[in-house]
């Protein structure tokens, strides 16, 4: 009888496991004793839907996260509030990183590139002429500036000499004979010029005069402009007419011969 309620018992399992495969152990210990119990109670036999459960137990491993039935839909109010909780962390960053920079002294500030809170030294403090003439002159500095002065003194003494007065008027008599020969011919290129106006005023009048129009002023030149246009014109019209009336004359001419 004992064998007999085992053999029910697995059975309705069985069905049930086949029924609803999706069906997940909710702890594993609590399988574990089900397991044994049903080892002792039952005799070991052979099933053939072995290897069936087999592949539902590792569904239901995969499953073993997730409960039952359709996923609960996520409050909107805890939304809000981890949304929240979020911008205030941000905040209290924001806040910490402007104090720590504004506590930091500017030394410390700029003292690595690499920082990202790297800052450009402050400006370049002048000394005033006095406190530079109070500080000792390096003796390269010296050395250079001692240079410098013989140069200048060398050439203000050059420059009381006869010998300088002399360059001078010669470098200025020769900017005047530049000065000249520019002049003659700037004055040569304008005649020129003049000449080629007048040249072309005295072709075009030539051309004018051929044409039989008289004009004296720019609109003059406007006006003879369109007369010549429509006297064109008339002349274009002409020739067609002549050319239509010739067309006739020689059809005409064709049917005579042919009577």
Known sequence: EEQEAARRRQQRENKSNTTTPTKVQENKDDGAEEDKNLGANTVKKPSPSKARKKKLSKKGRKMAGRKRGRPKKMNV???????????????????QTVSQTNSSSPQDAYRSP????????PKVQRHSSNQLLITPTPPALQKLLDSFKIQYMQFMAYMKTNQYKATL???LEQEKEKNTQLMGKAQQLFTHCQAQKEEIKRLFQQKLDELGVKALTYNDLIQAQKEISAHNQQLKEQTLQLEKDNGELRNQSLQLLKA
Do not use: C
């Not at 109010?77 to 806040?95: C, F, G, M, S, W």
């Not at 690499?114 to 030294?121: C, E, I, N, R, T």
């Open 77 to 95: 109010v805890n939304a809000d509030r981890k949304i929240k909780k979020n911008q205030t962390a941000l905040e209290l960053l924001h806040a």
């Open 114 to 121: 690499h920082s990202p809170f790297y800052q450009l030294p």
């Open 169 to 171: 008027q010669q470098l």
